[in-house]
């Protein structure tokens, strides 16, 4: 016999279970050493259950016998190192699944003998009995001696339909309650064989007091009316272990809106928190009265519970719009959460290595006796041999081990539950408090800002906006708990804008704005309570911009995006943003609302990070609009396909249709706010194709321009399409080809110098970058060009008069207009002779270009660039304090007009004068 062997024989009798159940059965001996090599399955279970069968033992006696074999198996394999913790979980899991199965089948032929067959009153169809596995059972997970969690359940009332004058029918809940009551003894009664697994039903609607089975109906009430919030949690582990799959289906439907917010719901952290602290007080008063109960590696701190919560908390904050996160398993959603991204990966790695740990742990304390316990043993003797089954030299090596994984699980466990909410102006929150419930508010309100080193006008101002938004309506009907957060939030903001001095004024109203929005969404005042750092970016972003701070009131799910600092100051990964998109679209496939609406929240992040950066000085303007544009492009692309695959009769599973994107769009200089000028072009041949790409083009805008609880993705302009309000909304591409030689107007063409392929058919994209090219470089008369040209820009100016004494960077002589004019006129003029000025680089690009190629006076030129990209940053800055009209003091831009309007003098002054 090898040391080995030896090793294994001396760990195997460390567990009493293991070597009573030898004793007690001899010829089981041989049969264990046979299995003991294998993995065990559901088939093998079968196998041995039908040979005790046919040995002439009762289904309640086989199956006992047939558990003491698995335990016993998994003992073995788990301590002779043959098995992992993976291994004996799934497989206890496993077992648990084919004894209720087992059990529920024998039973419920029995029940139909005697009382029918229970019958839907609306359906007309069978009914059957669901046996939910919960907690561990739930995910898999269970351990080797645990109890089984259930709760039993059916989808509609009604009763048993008899076949003969013997049956005597019954309502279904009687049906039900009857089987679920033989279910409960056939697995958990003690015989002389044992049992089968120790049955828990505390968890089902209303506990101990409530009906043993409940209607869907009933389920569906109790979570409507009474649900709690631990229950939530609970219910994250439901798993049908029996049951048809339609019922499932309407069952999870029911199940999965009261676990999962389809917000954000940071409140969850302080649910679990307060339940863990409960849990942790129970452990203390238990390891008081009883210290040989002391460490308690599943309640106890750094313990297993502790590692199953922070999973769960970003379950129950994140299922609702995240679907991969609605996993049962502990293990599965951990290493989720560190493929998102959510947690860092290498952090997971360690809590996975704890959780193990704790858990081949646990199991061993339970085979020393077949016990559902999760504390060590008080007798010294038994602490030794739960360390040799940890394969530890002795107890005090064992817990030298121990100590580092608890340690590390608590550090983490603290991370995400300490209360996060600033403690250092607990005083000062408490002033705030009286203050504001005071008669002499006013005055009390001042003093205290004062006391902070506000202003006396800011203190002004602040404290009469501030006693104005806690007397409102609004904010007097919230709950308690959520006044009391609040007031902790204003306190801690007044704290920020005191120190941040620039806008004081500014980023208190527009944060008391959205406090009032957000007031009664108590998840949002969690979200900002847990993450201090939070609260902060949003003060500053409110100082810095109008727009962002009513973006962020409009969107304050967007809360979210300002967790991860690191995020916010990453470049986006637009194959990967594309990538989850499509995964997400996807999920909520045949769900058109779903759909519009991950399309407008998924669309709302990734802007809104782009904001937040843009805010911190981190993007250029140029580098700005070029995400923008990015991002807009990967939105056309998915709501095109989308929108395809609502159309019934489509003809092709991808359409051969292609966006094509003109404006700001096509020259890749979006804003925040800007709308898609676009056109919709075809090349198929299919006699149904021009319908359906109507159907297309018209279900693409309503995709975009539709108003959800998101709000809309773009406002969607087809007015450059052939023929304007008059054409065809969709237009094949040789149509538009015609169109464009023959028809369009010289305007037409100008907006073509800014047109690009934006999405859909490459191959349509193509066709229409050589139409693009052919047009643009087509020989023109220079002068009717030039006349055209100013007549057009006459045209614009005369319809957006300036009557104030501020420079209008967009509209007024020597703006932006005029330098976007200058741009198409020289391309349209000169592209026929030099083709590079067809590429569509943008206006400042486009410039240079023309001054290498000695077109215009290369200073003029470097100037007027300059001047475009200066008014498109002051445009930029104006835009973002929420103002319609970009208009500065001319002193500001003197220079910059004076060099524009003298390149455009240089090109047009000759239709100028004579027009005069």
């Known amino acids: ?247 499932i289906a309407a069952l999870e439907k029911i199940i999965r809106p009261f676990v999962y917010r389809r917000y954000l719901d940071f409140g969850a952290i302080d649910s679990l928190r307060s339940m863990h602290a409960q849990i942790r007080a129970e452990v203390v008063r238990q390891e008081t009265k009883h210290p040989e109960r002391s460490n308690n590696v599943k309640l106890g701190r750094g313990g297993i519970r502790e590692v199953e919560f922070l999973a769960q908390v970003f379950q129950l904050i994140r299922g609702g719009r ?123 309100i001042a003093a205290h800002l004062s006391s902070l080193g506000l202003s006396t006008e800011v203190t002004r101002a602040v404290s009469q906006r501030l006693l104005a938004t806690w007397q409102s309506p609004k904010v007097q009907a919230l709950s308690e708990s959520s006044r009391i957060k609040l007031v902790s939030l204003l306190n801690n903001a007044l704290n920020i804008i005191a120190r941040q001095r620039d806008n004081q004024v500014l980023a208190w109203h527009r944060l008391l704005d959205f406090m009032e929005a957000i007031a009664r969404r108590a998840a949002y005042l969690s979200l900002l309570t847990e993450y201090p750092h939070a609260l902060a970016r949003v003060i500053r972003m409110m100082a810095a911009s109008d727009w962002a701070a009513k973006f962020l ?97 489509r003809h092709r599973p991808e359409p051969r249709f292609a966006v094509i994107a003109y404006g700001k769009q096509g020259g890749k200089e979006l804003g925040y706010a800007s709308d898609l000028d676009v056109i919709f072009l075809y090349e198929d041949e299919d006699q149904d194709a021009p319908a359906n790409y109507a159907k297309l083009g018209q279900r693409f805008i309503t995709w975009m321009t539709s108003h959800t609880p998101a709000g809309i993705l773009f406002d969607i302009d087809i007015a450059l399409r052939p023929d304007g309000a008059s054409g065809l909304l969709v237009s094949s591409v040789a149509s538009f080809a015609r169109y464009q030689e023959k028809s369009a107007w010289l305007w037409e063409h100008q907006a073509l110098t800014r047109a690009r392929f934006c999405a859909g058919d490459a191959a349509i994209g193509e066709q229409f970058e050589q139409i693009r090219e052919q047009v643009l470089r087509q020989t023109r008369d220079a002068e009717k060009l030039r006349m055209e040209v100013v007549n057009m820009r006459k045209k614009m100016r005369d319809a957006h008069v300036n009557r104030s004494e501020l420079f209008d960077l967009k509209h007024d002589a020597g703006g932006m207009i ?73 002193e500001l831009v003197e220079q910059e007009a004076a060099t524009t309007r003298a390149l455009w003098h240089q090109l047009f002054d000759q239709v100028t004068n004579a027009d005069q």
């Not at 869907?216 to 799959?245: C, D, H, S």
């Open 1 to 247: 016999m090898t040391a080995s062997t030896n090793l294994h024989a001396d760990i195997l009798q460390a567990s009493r279970f293991f070597n009573h159940c030898l004793q007690a059965d001899p010829d089981r001996a041989e049969l264990l050493q046979q299995v003991s090599g294998l993995s065990l399955s559901t088939d093998d279970f079968a196998h041995f259950l039908q040979k005790e069968i046919y040995a002439g033992a009762s289904l309640n006696k086989a199956m006992r016998r047939l558990r003491k074999l698995v335990v016993c198996t998994l003992i073995k394999r788990d301590l002779c190192g043959q098995a992992n913790f993976d291994e004996v979980a799934t497989t206890i899991s496993l077992f648990a699944d084919f004894v209720v199965q087992q059990h529920l089948q024998a039973l419920n032929l029995e029940m139909q003998a005697l009382y029918g067959t229970p019958t839907g009153e609306e359906s007309g169809n069978e009914q059957v009995l669901i046996v939910l596995g919960m907690g561990k059972l739930g995910g898999y997970e269970l351990n080797v001696s645990s109890d089984i969690d259930l709760i039993f359940c059916y989808a509609e009332d009604g009763e048993t339909q008899v076949q003969d004058a013997s049956q005597r029918s019954l309502s279904n809940h009687e049906y039900f309650n009857r089987l679920g009551k033989k279910l409960i003894a056939a697995i958990s009664e003690v015989t002389e064989d044992g049992y089968s697994f120790r049955v828990d039903m505390a968890l089902r609607p209303n506990g101990a007091s409530g009906p043993l089975v409940a209607s869907f109906n009933m389920i569906e009430e109790y979570f409507l009316i009474q649900g709690r919030e631990w229950e939530r949690y609970a219910w994250v582990k439901a798993r049908a272990m029996t049951g048809n799959p339609d019922d």
């Open 322 to 444: 995240d679907a991969s996160l609605r996993d049962r398993s502990t293990r599965r959603t951990l290493q989720t959460l560190a493929d998102k991204g959510i947690l860092d990966a290498g952090v997971i790695e360690k809590l996975l290595l704890s959780y193990e740990f704790l858990r081949n742990l646990e199991h061993r304390l339970q085979y020393l006796d077949d016990a559902q316990t999760h504390t060590f043993p008080a007798r010294e003797e038994d602490q030794q041999k739960i360390a040799l089954m940890m394969h530890c030299g002795s107890v005090a090596e064992l817990l030298e081990k121990l100590r580092p994984h608890r340690d590390f699980i608590a550090e983490q466990f603290d991370a995400i539950f300490r209360d996060k909410a600033d403690n250092s102006g607990e005083n000062e929150q408490g002033m705030l408090a009286v203050s504001l419930a005071s008669p002499d508010s006013d005055e009390l």
């Open 553 to 649: 009131t409009r969107h304050p799910i967007l809360l979210d995006e300002l967790l991860d600092e690191a995020s916010l100051h990453e470049h986006p990964d637009w194959p990967a943003f594309q990538l989850d998109l499509q995964h997400h679209l996807q999920q909520h496939q045949g769900d058109t609302e779903r759909q519009m609406e991950t399309l407008r929240e998924m669309h709302h992040a990734m802007q809104f990070r782009l904001l937040a950066q843009d805010l911190e000085g981190q993007l250029s303007v140029e580098h700005l609009a070029d995400e923008l544009s990015q991002l807009a492009d990967i939105i056309v692309a998915a709501v095109l396909q989308s929108a395809w695959e609502t159309i019934a009769s």
């Open 818 to 890: 005029d330098i976007e004019f200058i741009v198409q006129f020289l391309v349209l003029k000169y592209a026929g002779q030099h083709p590079s000025l067809t590429a569509n680089k943008g206006n400042i690009a486009l410039l240079k270009r023309c001054a290498e190629l000695g077109l215009i006076d290369a200073q003029l030129a470097e100037h007027t660039a300059n001047a475009y990209r200066l008014y498109r940053k002051l445009q930029h800055g104006i835009r973002l304090q929420g103002e319609d009209r970009a208009r500065v003091l001319p």
